[in-house]
């Protein structure tokens, strides 16, 4: 059961800039565009695979901000708010797409035994593009709820507390989570290698 | 898989991004060191961060900016309708030229807001009445099929009364619902995506 945020003081230069944008201040618009435009891209960009409709969802997703900038209370960290709005826009295209978004779920007990028990992919013998490529096709297939996990923990580099916190759910959750995405990770980079070396 | 192993695996993530306690640090270097296997596991899990971490866009071009402002400013409502003021004439004439003045103002402002905004002249009426209100070429490379494109054309509730293509650039004639309303905004969405060459507007014609 997700546990509530109490309301926090909000940041006073976000409040500052939401009034703004608010009363119409292009100025505002623009510094909140520059400052949070790379965490929202590569929030999309970890959820939609179709490099298209990543920059139109990410432009959607400040428009949506820019037009309910009064309407942030404060009750979670605003880039949580922003990013909770990102996260609605890419289930909606998904959904418009025709393509549910991965609620997933986990491995049961047993096969996730069998994953981790193997040995992890070595990948020092590839070149750091190929690494990426192969890395990332894996990370397209994982489920969302474990895509969003690995971003708050490897880009914007939370704690487990602070990770909790933002998808609103138990540090337990936020570890299990991570714990599945590597193994499942792990399996798939280890078949794309092994179909590599037979190609 | 040992209780040990799966607490390692567990704390991993976060013994990467640097935000794990010291105790739970130190459990984690002491693993390392007692299971050799351990080092590729932590390895796999920086390759998974550095990808991570890829995902953050180029740097933010100018022209992005003012796309995106433009846009926004599309949303916003239009400064009201204002002209300086005449110099007051000589006293005497003073009140009959403000009069007069704040007359033709006033005519001017009716003419504007039944028109439709920045548009002289007659205009078919507006709705889906099957007349053409506008005339889009788009962008090169760019079709009409293109997921921008159809969802733009959605949102405005456009019906497509005939296309081309001429040398690889694709036309769309359309008639709109609620031109005054739709219009610039399906303008200025499918120019701000890159979607659009050039657009002619048709009510008029």
């Given at each position: ?199 | ?157 456009a019906v497509v009364l005939a296309q081309s293509e001429q040398d690889g650039k694709h036309s769309l004639t359309l008639d709109l619902d609620d031109r005054v309303r739709t219009q610039p905004t399906l303008i200025d969405e499918l120019a701000s995506n ?12």
């Amino acid at each position: 059961m997700p546990f509530a945020s109490p309301a926090r003081p909000i940041d006073e230069e976000i409040a500052s800039l939401l009034e703004r944008i608010a009363q119409g201040d292009p100025a505002a618009v623009e510094s909140v565009y520059r400052q949070y435009y790379g965490t929202v891209s590569a929030f999309v960009r970890m959820q939609i695979v179709d490099s298209g409709a990543v920059e139109e969802i990410v432009d959607d997703v400040f428009m949506a901000l820019f037009s309910s900038a009064s309407q942030f209370r404060g009750q979670s960290a605003f880039k949580t708010w922003l990013l909770g709005i990102a996260r609605n826009l890419c289930h909606n295209w998904l959904r418009q797409m025709s393509r549910e978004p991965v609620a997933g779920l986990d491995v049961s007990d047993a096969e996730l035994a069998g994953l981790m028990d193997q040995a992890w992919p070595a990948l020092d013998h590839l070149q750091r593009q190929q690494v990426q490529a192969i890395v990332r096709l894996c990370l397209d297939r994982l489920p969302h709820p474990q895509r969003e996990a690995l971003f708050w923990v490897f880009f914007e580099e939370l704690s487990v507390e602070d990770t909790a916190k933002t998808l609103a759910c138990a540090a337990g959750t936020v570890k299990s989570r991570l714990f599945h995405a590597k193994a499942k990770m792990a399996d798939c980079v280890k078949r794309r290698l092994a179909l590599e070396s037979v190609a | 898989m040992s209780a040990a192993q799966e607490r390692f695996e567990r704390l991993l993530p976060f013994y990467v991004n640097g935000t794990i306690s010291e105790q739970d640090r130190a459990f984690v270097d002491e693993y390392l060191g007692q299971v050799p296997q351990a080092a590729q596991s932590l390895a796999f899990t920086q390759s998974l961060r550095a990808t991570v971490k890829t995902y953050a866009p180029t740097k933010l071009k100018d022209h992005q900016v003012q796309n995106m402002l433009r846009r926004w400013s599309t949303t916003q409502p239009a400064a009201p309708f204002s002209a300086p003021m005449a110099k007051p004439p000589q006293r005497g004439w003073f009140s009959w030229a403000r009069l007069s003045g704040g007359f033709a103002l006033a005519i001017a402002a009716l003419l504007v807001v039944t028109i439709a905004p920045g548009e002289w002249g007659m205009l078919h009426p507006d709705g889906l009445d099957g007349k053409p209100d506008l005339e889009l070429r788009l962008a090169n490379g760019v079709s009409p099929d293109h997921p921008g494109v159809k969802n733009a054309l959605q949102k405005s509730n456009a019906v497509v009364l005939a296309q081309s293509e001429q040398d690889g650039k694709h036309s769309l004639t359309l008639d709109l619902d609620d031109r005054v309303r739709t219009q610039p905004t399906l303008i200025d969405e499918l120019a701000s995506n890159g979607h659009l060459d050039s657009y002619t507007l048709l009510a008029s014609e």
